[in-house]
């Protein structure tokens, strides 16, 4: 095993908490500029409609406005909102202020003004002339035959078939499916479908743009992303990219909706029109209808086996709803395959194929899970309705059939970002394990050997499995700088965002572990263009592994350059010295330095130098965590309330590197995935408005509506990974929905295949089966 | 967003402002909230959440005299209400600990919500609402003080000073269930309150209220009078699900459905059974 650890695996004491729990202002509105001007946005009240002119001469009047922006005096450059990296693989669909609007909240001028309430007075003094065209809210309606065009601008890049609302198509065969499946022993299929999800971060998307002293555009923003952001910006408003900064401070979650480039250009735009330093913040309303949400979805699943249950055939549908714009359409379609059918690696013949369309409703984008959350939902019911036909206890049939060390899926290099992907071999996994102990804990063979009945209260227990990856791989880049002091101690800077998950304090255990210092010896700053080295930013599960391996590189380099200072003031070789405790120790001669005297010697004594290190770590390979999800549900017959008993989750993310903060991201991802599964629900109007933009209307789950989630963290060790970490953010969602489904089935015999399963639905089709 | 709040120095002077046209106010947490939705404009709040009649909390041979203004966390701490098991579990369901601590018994009454929870538990116990005006004061029977959603029988410069809530008569058991999206701060999408009384295991009479199925709270008359003499088991009751249903008028709305409404409506019947089978 390991030599004993003093960073890695420990719970420390987060970065940031001392900080955050006594109410220090640390996030991104906390900021007070003096002179600060409010941006209000004016959204359409229509859904799909021509601008036939704007008048914004009485708003122009209201005491206090400074600028008013609109598509008649701004210019149009094409791109997308996606946070990722160059070449974005998403549809250049959206402009700043544009002559179309495309859905219920899409923006149609900005303002700004010295106050929130001139700001508003001026927004409803704007004269919006608007010529409303048929409204297209469902995807089988985008797709007919004659469907009005939503994408119909000339100018519009990367749209697979704009004619036809198609904003993007995979099909990706490996073998011959439909061949196998017709010979298969035993067939199932079945179709799962989720609607509009939203993310539900505490703190609204919020950005200040203001101008540092020698004139340089500052955006002081909550992103996941500072760097894309800093590009993105400097592009659409034709900037220097040299005079953009862009800073993230604390974030209140992001979850992918902040992997979007929404109110920074926005805000940069009115800055510079003013002069002025500019505040941007979406209310809640504007959060729900006009940030992002998750792809709603109907993903269908075709399974062959042969007669033990080995699955040999995998045809695999989704039909995703990106809305209004195409921003992550690509991308996450792919995801529903890519991250989901190497799981059951034995089938030879697999199909993945599904498009993306255009509808005329709020724009979905990145979602934690991306993807592979709709794409699990209906793998893993699927597998529940081939373990019934099999007779087979669902659990045998995940082990027949699940991917091992040491094994390989054509998809890995089959589907990759959006384009062709990089073939990879499995190089840890628990997975077996995590079935082993999430089921111990469980209670599993007994609880589905007898259900328990309680007069109308039915008992059911269900499984799931899924994984994930860590980061994306050829792609995602991350780099880290890492300087020691003259005191001893060490800053660390990185491009990594942080946007609370912890990842600061991470990246510094990991430094502290190579340097072998107390945690507190490291100072971290983190995500500012002008100081840090470039980083993708917070998404695709990667901090932990992409980032993570940066520092552990520059760790190495920055000990290595400590010893050799060393062996120059003890006149020793480098290979009898050790760096341990905060000092490097002869183990010849016994003699010692502290990593202060070393320190000191460097910076003022002699041999003068900076002992520093900047490192860089480009995914080769995406890890994959695994998990296997329990859920245990009691359901009202009478009223068809499912009451949530029990969450297990049992995870293998490699080594955790601070397992509280591991625990924290599978709980919080299965809370998340619990919402989804039973409460949550954005719906719309016939007109396409949302009529339940707010958290009195739209229910995420509280603290009373989940038992404990069990987690189980399953040690692994990844080889790739630094100290043997895969990454943890994501996997944690996949599981809620088909675990809680196949509950519902084993306690019920109903299959809910449509998300949420709220008492309504739920009573229906208790009645439809009797 | 709304006009000036003033502190009236007794009851007189508040009729005087509600007769002027002012909105009482006590808890706000309804009221702010329908102003913040720009459902209400109140020209002039009158602050009535200290006025000492309307805090009283007084036992007497008949029954609990609770001033409208007191809230329900005051109302689920206070000794006085322990002879009144089903106030205190409607109570305890309504919101969050910190909107408990701020609504009011008044409050949720005038709001005449047809989800209002503590409601359920004034109709089971035929509560008489209190009421001050320019013309004096006068009672009325919360149903009769209820008239429809948001509407009551409050006359123009009136305001709801206290709830009396008569005892009574022997040991029923007491039992309320709320159906809704969640566990947590949650609204009604159907609820069922019950006062019953049984010798042994038989009902010898019984109360039932539900919340969110029609325009005001329902008391199914017809389905109390079938209970008395049947025993208290799920088999007994089977054939009064129907009856029940039939006898509320729920509507669609954004939290559910008309026909889930009054499907779950009769079922609940069945839960009530099955609780008091279950008691021991």
Redesign the interface.
Known sequence: MEAQRIAVGKSVLKLDALALATGQPKFTLDLDVPGCLVGKILPSPHAHAEIVSIDTGEAEKVPGVRAILHFGNTERIPYTTAGQGWPEPSPYDTVLFDRKVRFVGDRVAAVAAETEEAAEQALAKIKVEYKVLPAVLTIEKALAGGAPVIHDEADCEGVYDPKHNIAAAVDIPVGDVAKALAKATHRVEVSCEIPYFQHAALEPHCVIAYFDEDGRLVLRTATQVPFHVRRIVARVLRLDPKQVRVIKPRIGGGFGSKQEVILEPIAAALALRTGRPVKLAYSREEVFVASRTRHPMKVTVQLGADERGVVQALDMEALSNTGAYGTHSLTVLSNVGSKTLPLYNKAQHLRFHGKAVYTNLPVAGAYRGYGATQGYFALEVAMDMLAEKLGMDPLELRLRNHIRAGETSPIFEKIGEGREGKAQVVRSCQLEECLRLGAERIGWYDKRRSPRRE??WAYGVGLACAMQGSGITGIDMAAATLVMQDDGTFRLLVGATDIGTGSDTILAQIAAEVLSVPVDKIFVYSSDTDFTPFDTGAYASSTTYVSGNAVLKAAQEVRNQILEVAAQALAEPVDHLELASGRVVSSKTGKALTLQEIGHRAIYVVHQRQIAATASFTCPESPPPFAAFFAEVAV?T????VRLERFVAAVDCGVAIHPKLAEGQVEGAVVQGIGHAL?EEM?FSPNGRC??PNFF?Y?V?????VPPIETILVPSHEPTGPFGAKSVGEVGINGPLPAISNAIYQATGVRLTRAPF???RL??AL?GRR | MFGPIVKPKDLREAVQRVAEGGRPLAGGTDLFVRIRKGLEKPGMLVYVGELPELGVLRATREGLEIGAARTHSELLESPLTEPFPILRKTLGTIASPALRAMGTLGGNLVNASPAGDSLVALYLLEAQVRIVGPQGERELFVQEFIQGPGKTGLRPGELVVSVFLPYVEGEPVSYFRKVGRRQALYISVVSLGALVWLDGEKITKARLALGSVAPTVVRPRAVEEALVGRLAHVEAVQDLVSLLSSLVQPISDLRASADYRRKVSGNLLLDLALFLQNRK
């Open positions: 007069g109308p009202d009478e009223t068809g309330v409460y719906h009529t339940n209307d229910k789950p509280y603290a009373l509506d709220g008492p309504q009573l229906g009645k």
